[in-house]
C-alpha cells in the first residue's frame, strides 16, 4: 500500500491488496485509519469496501512497455536469454512467473502440467522468488521441488532477471497465472502484450485482464481439470492461440498501459484537493 499527504495530514490511500473478504481482525485495526484519508483508491471494483465513508476510486496498474520486462526482444535475444539458463525450446513451453507461496498454487500449476502431459509432450519452466516476509516461502519451495524432480521436462527457476521473464512469456505457448488470491496480477498483462495466451483464474484483478474466450482463459481455482482442458485447446489450436494472442495484446494496449494510468491520476487530482 501506499500513502499519500497533503503538507501535515492524510491525503489519498492507495491499496494494492485484494481487500473484497479480508480478515475481519485486520480489517477493523485498519479501518479508523483509512477513514482519516480524503479518499481512498483501489484497483478493482471487488475491493471496495461500503462501510467506508470516504470516496473511493477505481485505478487499475498498468505496465510500462519500455521497461526491461516488457521492450521489444527480437527471436535471437529471446532464444539467447533462454539458452544462458538452459532452457531448451523443442517443446511448447508453459510457463507460470509467480512467487513460490500457497496463494499462487505452484502445486496446483504443476497438477495441471501432469494432466496436460497425459496428452501432448511440452515443458513447464516455474519462475518466481520467495517474499523476504514469508516465513512459509522455502517450505513451499520445497514442496515444489519435491512434486517437481517426480515428473520430467519441469524447470524451476528463482533468479531474478526482467530480461528472462520477458523471454519466457514472449516464448511461451501459454501463460497460466493459477492464483488463489490476487490484487492485481500484472504479469497476466505483461504476458498478453506479448501475444502469449494466458489461462488464469477468476479471482482479484485478473478478470479485468483477460475476458474469457476472447482475450484468454478465465476458470475456477483449484478446477484443474478445466484448467488443464483450456491449456490444451491452446497448445492444440494455433489459430486460436493466434486470436487470443492478437486479442490480449490490444486489450492491454487500450486499457492497461501508462498513459491510461496517469489519466486515471490526474482525474482524482482534479478531485481530491
Same mark, same amino acid.
Not at 7 to 24: E, G, L, M, Q
Given at each position: 500500500?501506499?500513502?499519500?499527504?497533503?503538507?501535515?495530514?492524510?491525503?489519498?490511500? +492507495?491499496?494494492?491488496?485484494?481487500?473484497?473478504?479480508? !480478515?475481519?481482525?485486520?480489517?477493523?485495526?485498519?479501518?479508523?485509519?483509512?477513514?482519516?484519508?480524503?479518499?481512498?483508491?483501489?484497483?478493482?471494483?471487488?475491493?471496495?469496501?461500503?462501510?467506508?465513508?470516504?470516496?473511493?476510486?477505481?485505478?487499475?496498474?498498468?505496465?510500462?512497455?519500455?521497461?526491461?520486462? !516488457?521492450?521489444?526482444?527480437?527471436?535471437?535475444?529471446?532464444?539467447?536469454?533462454?539458452?544462458?539458463?538452459?532452457?531448451?525450446?523443442?517443446?511448447?513451453?508453459?510457463?507460470?512467473?509467480? +512467487?513460490?507461496?500457497?496463494?499462487?498454487?505452484?502445486?496446483?500449476?504443476?497438477?495441471?502440467? +501432469? +494432466?496436460?502431459?497425459?496428452?501432448?509432450?511440452?515443458?513447464?519452466?516455474?519462475?518466481?522468488?520467495?517474499?523476504?516476509?514469508?516465513?512459509?516461502?522455502?517450505?513451499?519451495?520445497?514442496?515444489?521441488?519435491?512434486?517437481?524432480?517426480?515428473?520430467?521436462?519441469?524447470?524451476?527457476?528463482?533468479?531474478?532477471?526482467?530480461?528472462?521473464?520477458?523471454?519466457?512469456?514472449?516464448?511461451?505457448?501459454?501463460?497460466?497465472?493459477?492464483?488463489?488470491?490476487?490484487?492485481?496480477?500484472l504479469t497476466v498483462s505483461e504476458a498478453l502484450w506479448k501475444s502469449t495466451p494466458v489461462v488464469a483464474t477468476r479471482v482479484g484483478g485478473?478478470?479485468?485482464?483477460?475476458?474469457?474466450?476472447?482475450?484468454?482463459?478465465?476458470?475456477?481455482?483449484?478446477?484443474?481439470?478445466?484448467?488443464?482442458?483450456?491449456?490444451?485447446?491452446?497448445? !492444440?489450436?494455433?489459430?486460436?492461440?493466434?486470436?487470443?494472442?492478437?486479442?490480449?495484446?490490444?486489450?492491454?494496449?487500450? !486499457?492497461?498501459?501508462?498513459p491510461r494510468l496517469l489519466l486515471d491520476w490526474l482525474k482524482v487530482l482534479a478531485q481530491v484537493r
Amino acid at each position: 500500500m501506499l500513502q499519500y499527504r497533503k503538507k501535515s495530514r492524510p491525503w489519498i490511500w +492507495r491499496c494494492h491488496i485484494d481487500s473484497s473478504a479480508p !480478515n475481519k481482525e485486520v480489517w477493523e485495526t485498519l479501518k479508523p485509519l483509512i477513514a482519516r484519508y480524503d479518499a481512498m483508491i483501489v484497483s478493482s471494483e471487488s475491493f471496495k469496501r461500503p462501510e467506508l465513508s470516504i470516496p473511493t476510486y477505481i485505478i487499475p496498474p498498468a505496465i510500462d512497455p519500455f521497461s526491461l520486462i !516488457n521492450q521489444d526482444l527480437s527471436p535471437d535475444d529471446v532464444a539467447g536469454k533462454l539458452a544462458e539458463y538452459d532452457i531448451p525450446q523443442d517443446k511448447p513451453l508453459i510457463v507460470q512467473v509467480s +512467487r513460490f507461496d500457497k496463494w499462487k498454487d505452484p502445486l496446483g500449476v504443476i497438477e495441471v502440467f +501432469r +494432466r496436460v502431459r497425459k496428452e501432448t509432450d511440452c515443458r513447464l519452466v516455474m519462475l518466481g522468488n520467495m517474499a523476504s516476509d514469508d516465513p512459509e516461502g522455502p517450505q513451499i519451495y520445497a514442496e515444489v521441488a519435491a512434486q517437481a524432480g517426480k515428473l520430467d521436462g519441469v524447470q524451476l527457476i528463482t533468479q531474478s532477471d526482467p530480461l528472462l521473464v520477458n523471454a519466457l512469456q514472449r516464448s511461451a505457448a501459454v501463460v497460466v497465472q493459477l492464483s488463489r488470491k490476487e490484487g492485481f496480477g500484472l504479469t497476466v498483462s505483461e504476458a498478453l502484450w506479448k501475444s502469449t495466451p494466458v489461462v488464469a483464474t477468476r479471482v482479484g484483478g485478473i478478470p479485468l485482464q483477460i475476458e474469457d474466450g476472447r482475450t484468454g482463459f478465465l476458470t475456477d481455482y483449484a478446477d484443474y481439470g478445466t484448467i488443464a482442458e483450456r491449456v490444451l485447446r491452446v497448445l !492444440n489450436d494455433p489459430e486460436l492461440s493466434d486470436r487470443l494472442g492478437r486479442e490480449g495484446k490490444e486489450h492491454v494496449r487500450r !486499457n492497461f498501459l501508462m498513459p491510461r494510468l496517469l489519466l486515471d491520476w490526474l482525474k482524482v487530482l482534479a478531485q481530491v484537493r
